[in-house]
Each structure stands twice: as structure tokens, then as C-alpha cells.
């Protein structure tokens, strides 16, 4: 599922001048395709109604959607082309533009957390619940044991039960829920997770006493979170002025949650795509992105931008849950094609581009906003779309 080798260059000048057939030609090249990946973006793409009809309920057609790919990716020093599957306009441009300004200066640097799911299990009319936190402690080695036993080729490969944790909600009523924190290696782990709230249950109840109510993950993983961190050279992002304004428009941001809400909009667009083209569970990415945004009290931006020396600098922090293996990757041809192009094995090497994404799209939209106001950068692009090729563009690229 994996290339046979990765991009020597993310780079492909002129890409976006280039006909539908020949950019499809110039990737399989590239990128040393799969015969199965290379006629698959031959066909132009999509899903049998006989497979659609395996992903959902009452399917009578499929629903199309681009894929593109972002360029100019540098993560962790590995160039990346990156499959992005969205219906707006102008940010794959984006993120292959702000991919661009960063990758002078080394691109993008990240790290993703262990792959630590949480699941909650909810007991109520649970007696003394203050002491409840010290009854589950004394019950640690059954609780875990009743834990991995449930996910045994979890375990097999390294994963299972980390940790436990108990959150006295409502005393009154007796409320109180254990976290269970659960390595769930490659997977994006919510039926893994499901699977041990579920089977450890009795053994919680058997240490801290209530009745069970609600055995699911969380979509706010906390202990599953990534870091990336980008710097552009002023220069590129237009200047000592742009570079300045950029930082403004963090700051904005970082005072106001009417404006924080659109500018993680802006990184959303570029995480979403990648997680829609690699058929992640963006509902879930969305509900944790924003949840995570808000869990000091109040709505913050989750990127923040500065001007450091001759540097625009950018730090990015999000939970983000994703996966390699499971959901829907063995069955959608096309989310194997994505995965081919992308390149990644693990869970949290794809983590660490979508949020590079995410950051860059947020960078391209902060640059067009604080140039040239965002309806002037959309209006360009649409007319280069319009222009015939050889006469310029390549505005993504
Ligand atoms: C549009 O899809 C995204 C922006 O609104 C993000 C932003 O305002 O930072 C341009």
C-alpha cells in the first residue's frame, strides 16, 4: 500500500497548467506507482456502487469529489506529495502555496503523542465518589487485565491499556467516569476503544461500586495530540509589512473567538481534505479539533504565528486521531491510492502531514488576508483557471 519509493522532490513545477491525463501520467511516474493505484487514477478515480454499497446503508450511486494533490511538502525532512480531496476552491492552491513559503527553511518539523485513544464509562449512584479514584487504583491489575484481553492482537502488537483515570462529574448524583486510555498502535482505535469500555466494565464496577451507564471513546483524545512547528523566511511571505500583518492577524485570533473560529476554519480546510482523501473519520477530527480549541474556557486559535529574527514562525497544536489500518482502507480503492501517494505506514507520520497541512493552508490563507484580502486571491486563481495552458498559472505548484 506503501510507494516503492518516495518523492526525491514535492516539487512539480507547472503541474497546474497541465491537462487532467497528464498530471495523472506525471504522478504514477513520479511517484513509481502501483499498477493497481495508476489505473485506478486512470479511470479518473471513484467507487463501485457494489463497494459503496459495503461502506453505508441504502446506497443508490456515489458521490464524486476531487482528488488533488498539495506539492512543495517537506515533513520532517521527507518531501510528501499530499492527496487532498475538497470541493473549494483555492486551497489546494493554498496549501501547496504555503507549503512553498515554509520549505526554504526546512519545511515542517512535528511529532504525534503515543497513539492514545480514551474511553469513557460512565457509573452513576457510585457510593463515597471521592473515594472512588482510590478504590479504582487497588483494582489497576484486573481492570487491566479485562482490558487487553479484549483487544489480543492489539496487544500482540504492542498496544492495549496505559492508563485509568476517575473523574468525579457530579457528586450529587453519584456521577463518575474512568477514562480508560488505550494504545491503539495504528488504527484510529474508536471500535478498539468501544471493545474495551465495554468488556472492562464489570471489572470497574466491581472496584468502585455504581451502575454502568455509557461505555465510548471520547473524541476529545487528549493524550493523543501533535506538535508541528514551520518557519518562512520574511521574504517569502511578502515582507517585513506582510510578515508583521500576519502576526496581527494571529494575535486577532488569539483575542477574539469570532475571528479564532475562521482561522481554524483555515486550518480545517487543509486537515480535512487530507482526512476525507484518506478516508479518516473528519467528523471526529472536526469535534476533538474544536473541543481541544476550547478547553481552557474559552475558544482559541489552534495556530499561532510570530515573527522571530528574519522568520515568520508557526506552532500548530491539535488532538488529532487517525489511522492507517482499519476503517475504511482495505475496502475504498481510492483511499488505497491516497495512501500510496502519501506514503505513510504509520498512524502518526500521517498525523504530523495533516496537521503540517493544516498549518500550511492556515499560513496561505493569514498571507492572502493580510496582502491582498481573501476575495482578490480567490479571484486570481480563478482566472488562471480559466487561462489556457502555457499562458502562466501554476499558482499550486
Ligand atoms: C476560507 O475557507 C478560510 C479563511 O476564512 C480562513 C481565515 O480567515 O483565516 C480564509
Redesign the pocket.
Known amino acids: 500500500m506503501s510507494p516503492k519509493r518516495q518523492p526525491t522532490d514535492s516539487r512539480i513545477p507547472g503541474f497546474y497548467d497541465l491537462p487532467v491525463p497528464q498530471r495523472q501520467a506525471l504522478v504514477i511516474e513520479r511517484l513509481g506507482l502501483s499498477q493497481t493505484t495508476a489505473r485506478h487514477l486512470s479511470a479518473g478515480g471513484g467507487l463501485e456502487p457494489a463497494v459503496a454499497d459495503r461502506l453505508s446503508e441504502n446506497v443508490v450511486a456515489t458521490h464524486g469529489l476531487p482528488l488533488s494533490l498539495g506539492l512543495n511538502f517537506v515533513v520532517n525532512g521527507t518531501p510528501r506529495v499530499v492527496p487532498m480531496t475538497i470541493e473549494?476552491p483555492s486551497?489546494v492552491a493554498a496549501a501547496s502555496h504555503g507549503a512553498k513559503m515554509v520549505r526554504a527553511l526546512g519545511g515542517f518539523s512535528g511529532r504525534a503523542t503515543p497513539p492514545v485513544m480514551t474511553a469513557q464509562v460512565q457509573l452513576w449512584d457510585v457510593p463515597d465518589p471521592d473515594s472512588a479514584g482510590a478504590r479504582l487504583e487497588a483494582h489497576r491489575a484486573p481492570i487491566t487485565r479485562a482490558a487487553d484481553a479484549a483487544i489480543p492482537g492489539i496487544t500482540e502488537r504492542g498496544g492495549g491499556l496505559r492508563d485509568l483515570e476517575t473523574r468525579v462529574v457530579d457528586p450529587g448524583q453519584g456521577l463518575v467516569v474512568v477514562h480508560l486510555h488505550i494504545d491503539v498502535r495504528d488504527a484510529m482505535g474508536a471500535n478498539i476503544v468501544d471493545t474495551v469500555a465495554e468488556s472492562a466494565a464489570p471489572a470497574v464496577v466491581a472496584a468502585i461500586g455504581g451502575r454502568v451507564g455509557l461505555r465510548i471513546l471520547t473524541n476529545l483524545p487528549l493524550r493523543r495530540t501533535v506538535d508541528v512547528v514551520a518557519q518562512a523566511p520574511v521574504e517569502a511571505v511578502g515582507g517585513a509589512e506582510v510578515a508583521a500583518a500576519i502576526e496581527r492577524a494571529s494575535k486577532f485570533a488569539e483575542a477574539d473567538p469570532f475571528r479564532a473560529v475562521?482561522?481554524n476554519?483555515?486550518v480545517m480546510?487543509g486537515v480535512d481534505a487530507v482526512a476525507v482523501a484518506l478516508g479518516q473519520d473528519w467528523r471526529a477530527i472536526e469535534a476533538g479539533a474544536h473541543a481541544f480549541a476550547s478547553v481552557g474556557g474559552v475558544y482559541r486559535p489552534l495556530s499561532v504565528w510570530r515573527v522571530r529574527d528574519e522568520a515568520l514562525e508557526g506552532e500548530l497544536k491539535m488532538p488529532l486521531a487517525v489511522g492507517t489500518v482499519g476503517g475504511c482502507a482495505g475496502a475504498h480503492p481510492g483511499v488505497r491510492a491516497a495512501l500510496e501517494i502519501l506514503g505513510v505506514r504509520r498512524a502518526d507520520e500521517l498525523a504530523v502531514v495533516m496537521a503540517s497541512v493544516g498549518l500550511a493552508t492556515?499560513l496561505a490563507?493569514?498571507r492572502?488576508?493580510a496582502a491582498e484580502g481573501?476575495q482578490a486571491g480567490h479571484m486570481r486563481l480563478h482566472r488562471r483557471r480559466l487561462t489556457p495552458p502555457g499562458d502562466g498559472g501554476g499558482e499550486a505548484s
Open positions: 473549494e486551497v475562521t482561522h476554519k483555515g480546510n492556515n490563507a493569514l492572502a488576508l481573501i
